[in-house]
């Protein structure tokens, strides 16, 4: 089992409602290579539940343990370095470093991680999302399907436990949104990776092999 | 190089507006600190590396009595054989030329004058042993300087008078120990030859004389340890030595270090004012920089970065930064240092040179460096409750809710606060000064800072208005709550220091000119002889002059403060509060009562009745208020006093608050009548002003009459004063400009990066269909408004801080300044607004389609 999430709770305090409970239990448990799709309305909590999966925020309650380890007990540090080698990230918005190129952008994990083979893991990852012929390019001047590309090689280049993507192709028309939603489930399937994938668009959610919806702060 | 220090650089680069701005900011207050530093160091350096040249000897011992031959004998024996010296005599008196006079101090030397340094004569001729013998020993010689001789109507091979002697101008000086300090002339010195002081008749009893022997030792001699043995026998012979005192070079650089480091002190701080105000635009700046950053940083925290990786990176941006400042700063400094001579023209040693020196380039390299951490701490800080997420998704940052959280952000100012407090007292050399400067300093920042505050809030009860650009610009007033109180700071802090200073001046001015209820007189006269007042009286009157304040002067010392000795006395003073030594010799007068120029505060008149001796009690006393204060005395103390040799005790019946800007003789310590009035004594007393075309004429008579009788001109010593302090006061509104300057450049940054930040605001103002004209004039109103309150506030505050320095400090001398504070207000408001609109300008003239895309 690569990632279990035990009966997590979480709440934030609001100025005007006082306490805003947004996760009420949440519990599951994904194999290596599985993948999961998770939906629910706006304000339901998927972002949060993201940001506790990442280990980004903290539950009030509960725990998630990834790869074998507790990410509540980890300290900052540690957590930084766990989420830099075991955790990949891919955004709606993907999220790139402006000033950086594509190969920039792609190598900074593992410049993070202070990784040897920068250049020839980046080469890789590059021709993995067929970037190869863009690798001096700026974010400005690559399109949407090309940052997402990017995003998907930053978030695989370290080679994760589990990749999280968020509304992956939330930000692309249909035709480049299934473009990279394919070339994210070849490399998925091809390496055997952990995805969670959090997305509004059914068709997507049912290429994953389990789907939950996430509604009243429990996963359904 | 490592990742966070590359991306450091990248965003540097790719940021060159904000850097640019930061850099700008920055480095306008670095120069100004960089070229006070280096000019306090320069002339600190000066000083030291002249301070043979201007004390003329290793140490020199000075009375103003005569050395008595015992008192030689001890001296002689003290300082040995290898010594070498030279005795002067020296003394105000008025020097007469053919057609002007003039007060003069003579100085009465021996051929070894001076012993380190060197008089430099007309045409770089040196004026050693030689000449001194040939023209002034032999002959009755004067050397004086050129600017002496212009006043005296003569010229080298003319005769002046001085006292009953008929001196001839044997030369004019280029160059002397005197011209190394200052080149401000008071009472211009004159040297004479000892051996021809005689003739003159102008030292008489009571006459004000310094008599000094400098002493110079063979390189190696432990100069030290003789000051030492000297100051053991001095001390016991008192009956030989209590007059005297031994002046070396800790003394000379005490002297004239402190009397500087009071100047360079109070512009250093008006610097640090202006780095102060630099590094709250560069504060702000980044600021708004870090806010648009913070995606950045939540994407490298989700790629696994912890938070001590995101400071390093931004910490090594602001450190970037700031060394970049710093060296700009340091080269523009080169530019403005040369400038210096000419700002402080008159009151420095005209071969003066001012150079950046290397302990102030790194200090400024340090302050740039730590300093822009300092300052974008507060900023920076926020990072540590960054929620990556959040931020990506686009909801911002979240609030400071937690109460760590906000202690931590109040925290964050500390190390700001701590480093400025540091530099006040590295600047005024002094830990309670500096701590006082710094909470005098926050005090102010506090009050302007409330009143943003409660500006910011008032804008949104007035922003109920139905006119649009009304309504707009208050309610960005009020919503941009860190920009308006940022901008209403750092020009109310700037527009204080600028008002402060002239309005201390004004009433300074107008009492030293035309003080209130009092006539300044036109002459003050000094040395009188007992025998020459009648005469001198029927002399004035003749002209139609009459003699007025004639005021007895006797020299005494001071033994003992209630049976305690003086010394001991003022030994037990807290620390800073009374004099730095224990002086014994005072001076003295009597009358019954008050001139027009005191008025009693504490206490009882002095009795009319004469001093009954027989009676056994204390005479009655009366001490000025200032003198009470500095050796801790009160009503009923009583102080045994040494009247020539003669023991009186006198007791503390009132204390006097005396306006000594009236120029009438005023004394320390007044006795009730029947006390002093058999004692040796001369007489002081001054002539009504009278038309300046008379004066010269009454004066060369009065000294062709009456040549031992020194009169000040009490309107030209006053042009003096007015001048040296137009001179102080010119340097400080330069520092104060320069506080200005960097307010204007903050105010720019700010502007820049409110109009940047509001684009989608004034493009969706321009769809809406406003003109250019109607989003102008909403940035005009909006700084407009900031710019006069700011002002406004700034001018009550300096008239309040003004009134109360004036009230502790300048004897309650304050008057309100109406047209400078007016003025002051209106260009400030204008020039606010102006730069605003500059900063603003291109992008309020974009068309809406361009800002739309550029979003």
Known sequence: MILKVDNIYKSFAQAESGLLEILKGVSFKMEQG????????????????????????????GSV?????DLNRLNEDRLAKFRASKI???FQQFHLMPHLTAAENISLPLEILKSRDIEERTSEALKQVGLENRRHHLPGHLSGGECQRVAIARAL???PAILLADELTGNL?????????????DLVDSIHMTLILVSHNLELAGRCQRQSRLADGKLQ | MSIWLRLAVKEITNNRRFSLLFIINLAIGLMGFIALNSFNHSLHAYLEDNLKKILTADFLVSSNRPFSPEANAVLDEITGESKTESRQISFLSMAAGPAYSRLARIAAMDVNYPLYGRIMLQGDRRGGPDSIQAHLMDKPGVWMSVNTAASLGVQKGDTIQLGQKTFYVADLIQEDPESAISNFEIAPLLYIGLDQLEGTQLIRFGSHVDYTIFYGFPAGTDIQAIIQDLKKAMAGRPDLFFTVEVIDQDRVSQRVGRAVNYFTGYMGLIGLVALFLSGIGAGYLFRGYLEKNLKQIAILMSLGANRVEAYIMFFSQVILLGIIASISASVLSFLVLPVFPRIFHGLLPPDLTVQADIYSLSLALLLGALGSVMFCLPAVIRIHQLKPLHILKGYGPAKARSRRMLYLRAAAFLPAILGFWILTVDQVNAVGKGTLFLAGFLCAALVLGLAGWLLMKGSRVLSHTPRIVWKISLRNIHRNRVTSVSCF???????????????LKSGLEQEVNRPKGLMIPGFFLIDIQPEQVEPLRAFLEDKGHPLANVSPFISGEIKKVNGEDLAQWVDQMEEGRGPRRANREFNFSYRADLSSSERMIQGRPLSHQPYDFAAGEPAEISLAESFADRYGLGIHDVLEFDIQGIPILGKVVNIREVRWNSFQPNFFILFQLGVLEDAPKTFLASIPQMPEAEKLSLQNAVVAEFPNISMIDVSRMVENILTITDRISFSMKFM????????LIVIFSIARQETQSRLWEINLLKVLGAGFRDVRSIILLEFSILGFMAAFTAVILSIISSYIISFYYFDRLWSFRVDHNLFSILAVTAVCALTAFTAAGKIIRQKPLSILQAV
């Open chain 1, 34 to 61: 599985e993948t999961l799709a998770i939906a629910g309305q706006s304000g339901s909590g998927k972002t949060t539940l993201l940001s506790l999966l990442a280990g980004l925020d903290s539950p009030d309650s």
């Open chain 2, 489 to 503: 700071l750092t020009i109310a802090l700037g527009t204080y220091l600028l008002t402060l200073g002239p309005q």
């Open chain 1, 88 to 90: 990949g990230m891919i």
């Open chain 2, 736 to 743: 104060a400009y320069l506080s200005i300057f960097a307010g």
């Open chain 1, 65 to 69: 343990i990834l790869d074998g380890e």
């Open chain 1, 157 to 159: 280049v370290v080679k």
């Open chain 1, 173 to 185: 028309d249909s035709r480049t949104g299934n473009q990279v939603a394919d070339l994210l489930f």
